[in-house]
């Protein structure tokens, strides 16, 4: 059985960065980053595949950078030039199933962190 931990998450000013990390128990194939504000579903934000291809929301793109080790046990998220609209809570996620459907597919994940409150002050 997988299980995800989230940190890294806290308070930042407007342009800052921070540096979300998950650690994994068990070994997967795919990981991503969602995030989830109130009222609103989790939203996708970054995804590293199998085949170490990234995939970003329009927008983080150029800013957030998702990585990870080799043995796919330790996930990153790398968050510069924050703003406002980055406030959410942010969600490790991975898989276990070998290919994904497509991007950014939150049913294609079937493991989830507990999530790491990120806020970004105007």
């Known amino acids: 059985q997988v299980q995800l931990a989230e940190s890294g998450g806290g308070s930042v000013q407007s342009g800052g960065s921070l540096r979300l990390s998950c650690a994994a128990s068990g070994y997967t194939y795919n990981q991503a980053w969602f995030r989830r504000t109130p009222g609103k579903e989790r939203e996708g934000v970054a995804q590293?595949?199998?085949?170490?291809?990234?995939t970003y929301a329009d927008s983080v793109k150029g800013r957030f950078t998702i990585s990870r080790d080799y043995a796919r046990r330790s996930l990153t998220l790398q968050m510069n030039t924050l703003n406002s609209e980055d406030t959410a809570i942010y969600y490790c996620a991975a898989s276990t199933r070998m290919h994904l459907s497509e991007p950014l597919r939150e049913t294609d994940f079937n493991f989830w962190g507990q999530g790491t409150q990120v806020t970004v002050a105007s």
């Open positions: 590293i595949d199998h085949y170490s291809s990234t």
